[in-house]
């Protein structure tokens, strides 16, 4: 659901509480579907910034662990005196 959908939402739900001061038993369960899906949406996308950082923490390990060979690796080519 996107930012414009859920700000029309807010305003039609103020509206009936302000002109009506009562919400019918429909306009109550849409809310609570609502309320679900942004629920959903919610853990949704927290489940996929968890998943992303964990693959970019993976990358940084494999990524640091790569930058120490080839450091040793050029040390040994190159600095290393030969006897």
């Known amino acids: ?31 609570h579907t609502f309320i679900e899906h942004l629920l959903e949406q919610q853990d949704t ?12 923490l993976g990358w940084l390990v494999i990524v640091a662990l790569l930058g120490a060979g080839h450091a040793v690796w050029d040390y040994v080519i190159h600095a290393m005196p030969v006897k």
């Open 1 to 31: 659901m996107t930012d414009s959908e859920i700000e029309r939402l807010g305003k039609v739900l103020k509206g009936y509480i302000e002109e009506e001061r009562e919400i019918t038993k429909e306009i109550h369960i849409k809310h």
């Open 45 to 56: 996308n927290y489940k996929s910034y968890f998943k992303i950082r964990d693959s970019v």
